[in-house]
């Protein structure tokens, strides 16, 4: 998910895997850690068929998996990344990320599943929303202000997080992604091909930037 114009993600309140912690640095060891890849582009055939279960925890590869998704996703300017966004169809996604409240979330989550909210309890809230996917286009997304996704950390503890406003969006687009899906699913036809119309005009300036703050961080 592509962060909103203004977010900077740079507050010293902040919640990680979430709970409250004192402090979070602004360059995450994950992002140190990590390699940047490659971030695949709507049309992929693997953002568009569900991810598989994470069956192996405490694995090397899966750690190494989810420093790389943090390492892109700061280089993409992104607020999350879910992994078919760097071509594996595995069911984890990450994110980094200032909410309404000025409290930034850092963190991540292995075979999420979104609770199903009532529909006496559903209020949906009109917001611009992009994508790391889908290069440069934002368009407005009816989303729930409310999510909570349950699931597991990388070494398999069970995990609950729960969004409200923009971070609620970024829970219901991440976990979206997980099941082959994109915001631009969301759109009527008409709507769609105009973004994409947009995307393909821009995204070249969008690889160049990313390009560049990878070099700038080493990667």
């Not at 962060?3 to 602004?26: I, L």
């Not at 992929?44 to 068929?49: D, I, Q």
């Not at 594996?88 to 963190?107: E, I, K, Q």
């Not at 599943?113 to 929303?129: C, H, K, N």
Request: charged letters at 35%; aromatic letters at 6%; hydrophobic letters at 40%.
């Amino acid at each position: 998910m592509a962060v909103r114009f203004g977010d900077t993600s740079r507050d010293r309140r902040a919640r990680v895997q979430g709970e409250p912690v004192d402090s979070c640095p602004r360059l995450l060891p994950e992002v140190e850690r990590g390699a940047v890849r490659r971030i695949t582009v709507v049309g992929e055939e693997v953002l568009h068929r569900p991810c598989r279960e994470v069956t192996e925890f405490g694995t090397p590869e899966l750690a190494r998996l989810i420093d790389d998704m943090f390492a892109t996703n700061h280089v993409a300017e992104g607020a999350g990344l879910a992994a078919n966004q760097i071509g594996v169809d595995l069911r984890v996604f990450v994110w980094d990320m200032t909410d309404d409240w000025g409290v930034r979330h850092v963190g991540h989550i292995v075979n999420p599943v979104l609770d199903e909210v009532p529909a006496e309890r559903r209020r949906l809230v009109e917001e611009s929303e992009g994508c790391l996917s889908v290069p440069g286009p934002y368009r407005v997304v009816p989303r729930l202000d409310h999510a909570v996704v349950r699931g597991r950390d990388k070494d398999g503890a069970p995990l609950v997080i729960e969004g409200h406003g923009y971070f609620a969006r970024c829970l219901q687009h991440e976990t979206d992604h997980l099941r082959g899906h994109l915001y631009l699913d969301r759109l009527a036809a008409r709507e769609r091909r105009t973004a994409l119309r947009e995307m393909a005009e821009c995204k070249e300036e969008k690889f160049a930037r990313r390009a560049e703050l990878a070099a700038e961080l080493g990667k």
